[in-house]
Nanobody, 125 residues
């Protein structure tokens, strides 16, 4: 069973940066789409962005364009989320999720078969 483990969350001041990692025991496919989602208490989980099998990025939140970058290191079975110019409204638990074998992204969480445990990101002064 594939396992995803996130790391890199923490407390950062507004304007700061964090890099989240999503390490997998082995993605279903080298080209499986991997997305990052986030959730705030009392609100529904929302898709943030996703990396497609070919390496392109799909953004689901206009507010993170130009600030968040997703990348993949296939040799390390790891997907990264570089978050720059962080804002208090970015505070949430961040989850990575992988599709079983589809190279295409989806903004719907139900389309992802594998999830990490989540990592807390808090942006506050």
């Amino acid at each position: 069973q594939l396992q995803l483990v996130e790391s890199g969350g923490g407390l950062v001041q507004p304007g700061g940066s964090l890099r989240l990692s999503c390490a997998a025991s082995g993605f279903p496919s080298d080209n499986s789409a991997v997305g990052w989602f986030r959730q705030v208490p009392g609100k529904e989980r929302e898709a943030v962005l996703c990396i497609i099998g070919g390496g392109g990025t799909i953004y689901y939140r206009e507010s993170v364009k130009g600030r968040f970058i997703i990348s993949r290191d296939s040799a390390k079975n790891t997907v990264y989320l570089q978050m720059n110019s962080l804002k208090p409204e970015d505070t949430a638990v961040y989850y990575c999720a992988a599709r079983r074998s589809d190279i295409f992204c989806s903004g719907g969480g139900t389309h992802y078969g594998f999830w990490g445990q989540g990592t807390q990101v808090t942006v506050s002064s």
